[in-house]
Each structure stands twice: as C-alpha cells, then as structure tokens.
C-alpha cells in the first residue's frame, strides 16, 4: 500500500463521526415524601385479596379435612406474622440476611422432620396437628378492605407533609392549608443511609437526611420510597446553577 492511500485512509477515519452521550437532564423539582411503616405491609394486603377472591369461588367446604382453605390460612398468617417482624424490628445489612435464612433452614428442617419422622416426637406432631386455623371469604375480604383503608388514609396524610426540592429552593409544604416554609438550596447537603435491607428490599426505601444552610437542626426523612433514585435527581438537579438573565438589563446595540 502507497503512502498516498495510507494518508487518504487516515483522514477518512477522522472524518467519521463520534457518538456523543447526552447527558441526562436534571428534573425541574423532586419530591420527598416520609411514609410511615404501615406502608410495608403491601404484601399482607395483596396475600389477604388473592385469599378473598379464592375462598370465594372455592366450592370445598370450610370444615373439611386437609382442605386447601386451611392451608391457606396458614401461609397467610405466616406471611402476616413475617410482615410485623419486618416493621417492629431493625434489620442491618451485616445481620438481617444472615438470621432470616437461618430461621428459615430451622423452620424448613422442623417441618421436614415432622413429616418424615412424625413418631419422633409424638407429643409435638400431635399439637402441630391440632393446630388448624380456618377462615372464610368474608374474613379476608374485611380484612383487606380494614387494611386498605388504614393504608390509604395514612398515604394521604403524609402527602400532606411533603417537601419540594428545586434548583435555587427547598420547600416545605405542611398542613392541609399547604402552608410552605422556604429554604435555600445553596450548600445543601444530602446523607442517604439504608439501615434496613427488608424495607429495602419491599420498598427501596431509606432515610434521606437534609443539611440546610444556616439551619442548626438537620431534617430527617424516614422511609423514602426509591430512594436511590430520588438521590440521583437531586444530585442531578442540584449540580446545575440557574442564571436568569433580562433582556430589561441589557443596553441595546
């Protein structure tokens, strides 16, 4: 190949063009909304209406032996009772994964050894056995629609206490009258922590922490749905500056 060709070849390829990554732009506003816990317990809710729709259309009945209505019942209070331990105890991410599947490899293993072994110990087999909870159509349906409605209520109400994060202003928005309070954004600074891998896990929820400047008390955001992509706006909104220039202000040539 001649040196000619070599050069036409090497200004073709610099003549390509070059993808570029457009960046994504920052939102106008975010908003931080701190739930309370009752949040969390979506999967008792959804479990109790699946339980409702099947009790009533389930023609089995209710005092039958080894129904699967009993079995059901079962599994929804085993997932209500999973639900309570999730809001009333704190799981660190060192621990929490670590004890959970070691509670379940016990519980699996008590149940397998009843099963296999049902004359091991009698006694305890025979308790297991009589233990047999019922519960019909009507029971699930109150039961959701009690929970539904606690649910609901309390989402409100916290929407009511909500903040607004802007590009030059933080607010405040509280009460039903939506009085405001009115914070700058310059210098604010943002802690982000996950204490708990379960509300984690249901939710992608966390504590956002709030550093406002010339304030002395830091506010403090429980239970902030996704919040890692709440933090990667705010990081995106607030790494802008807004420069409002009037053209009042400009002489005209």
Excluded at 2 to 25: D, F, W, Y
Excluded at 149 to 169: F, K, Q, S
Excluded at 173 to 193: N, S, T, V, Y
Aim: aromatic share 10%; charged share 20%.
């Amino acid at each position: 190949m001649s040196s000619e060709e070599k050069q036409e070849k090497a200004v073709e390829s610099t003549e390509k063009p070059v993808a570029k990554t457009v960046a994504a732009e920052p939102p106008a506003s975010v908003f931080l909304v701190s739930y309370p816990k009752i949040v969390f317990f979506y999967p008792t809710l959804i479990a109790a209406l699946v339980a409702a729709i099947y009790m009533s259309f389930s023609k089995t009945p209710l005092t039958a032996a080894n129904t699967p209505a009993a079995v059901l019942c079962v599994v929804f209070l085993g997932l209500l009772a999973t639900n309570m331990v999730i809001l009333a105890f704190d799981f660190p991410r060192t621990t929490s994964l670590t004890l959970f599947f070691l509670l379940v490899a016990f519980a699996l293993a008590g149940v397998l050894l009843f099963v296999m072994k049902p004359k091991l110990l009698p006694v305890t087999t025979d308790a297991v056995t009589l233990f047999r909870p019922l519960a019909n159509a009507a029971f699930y349906w109150g039961f959701s629609a009690v929970l539904a409605l606690i649910m609901l209520g309390a989402i409100m109400v916290a929407r009511l206490d909500c903040w607004e994060a802007r590009p030059n202003e933080l607010l405040h928005r509280k009460g039903l009258w939506g009085d405001r309070d009115r914070f700058p954004a310059a210098g604010l600074r943002i802690d982000k922590e996950v204490s708990d891998v379960f509300e984690y896990l249901l939710l992608q929820s966390g504590r956002l922490i709030l550093h406002v400047t010339n304030e002395r008390r830091a506010f403090v955001l429980e239970n902030v749905p996704f919040i890692r992509t709440k933090e990667d706006a705010l990081m995106r909104m607030l790494g802008t500056l807004q420069v409002d220039i009037r053209s009042d202000n400009i002489p005209s040539e």
